[in-house]
């Protein structure tokens, strides 16, 4: 029975021995190391995890920036958006129109074959025109914001102004120099409007919430 009891306790021993050269070491932290150790937004961790609490403590961002990036997406990264987002709404502000002008223009008529495909057109028509129309005042725009970003190396509401003139006077010169002085006012008082929105926050005194 000795025999077996010193056997049994020398294989422990030794497998013991052998599983610790192939198994780390687990770090041991007592329950006074833990509470000393603040996790923001996490709830406390057990002291039987074999983990590191000031590993886990958020103190940066949960994002990594390629260097020299910024944390705002800039204006050429925003034309996509800003373009395809214009082409949408005005076809389905067209859309909406077409319709509207269609079922005025065909009131006399009965509903038929005739008069649903003429106003299948007209949505159509419309549809298409406005999508091309707010499509090509974005793209101007989008183009002489990031021009103007460049040219001046800096990224402010003078941008947007400036951005929304020129594209109200290029839009607008077609039609000679009092069509591009409309389109130049008409211009800067939207992009003025916009620019005045999005530092509302910051004209009363609050600093804003930006994503």
């Known amino acids: 029975m000795d025999n077996d009891r010193t056997g049994s306790s020398s294989s422990g021993s030794k497998s013991g021995g052998f599983g610790s050269l192939f198994r780390p070491a687990a770090p041991e932290y007592s329950n006074t190391e833990l509470a000393g150790v603040p996790l923001t937004g996490m709830s406390p961790l ?14 940066s961002d949960e994002f990594i920036l390629p260097t020299g990036a ?3 997406r800039g204006r050429f990264e925003l034309a996509f958006f800003t373009i ?10 067209g859309a909406v129109n077409g319709l509207r002008m269609g079922l005025a223009e065909t009131r ?4 038929s074959k005739p008069r649903n495909v003429q106003i299948l057109n007209m949505v159509t028509r419309q549809g298409a025109t406005w999508a ?3 499509g090509s005042l974005a793209l101007l725009y989008s183009a002489f914001g990031v021009i103007i970003e460049k040219t001046r190396g800096a990224e402010d509401d003078l941008n947007t102004v400036a951005a929304g003139t020129m594209t109200g006077i290029l839009y607008k010169s077609p039609g000679g120099l009092r069509g591009a002085a409309r389109g130049g006012l008409t211009g800067l008082a939207l992009s003025g409007l916009y620019a005045l929105y999005n530092n509302w926050d910051h004209l009363k005194g609050s600093s804003p919430t930006r994503y």
């Open 132 to 134: 091309n129309t707010l």
């Open 46 to 59: 057990s002291p039987y995890l074999n983990v590191d609490p000031r590993y886990l403590t958020q103190d």
């Open 70 to 72: 910024n944390k705002t």
């Open 84 to 93: 395809g987002g214009c082409c949408i709404t005005g076809a389905l502000f």
């Open 108 to 111: 006399g008529l009965a509903w």
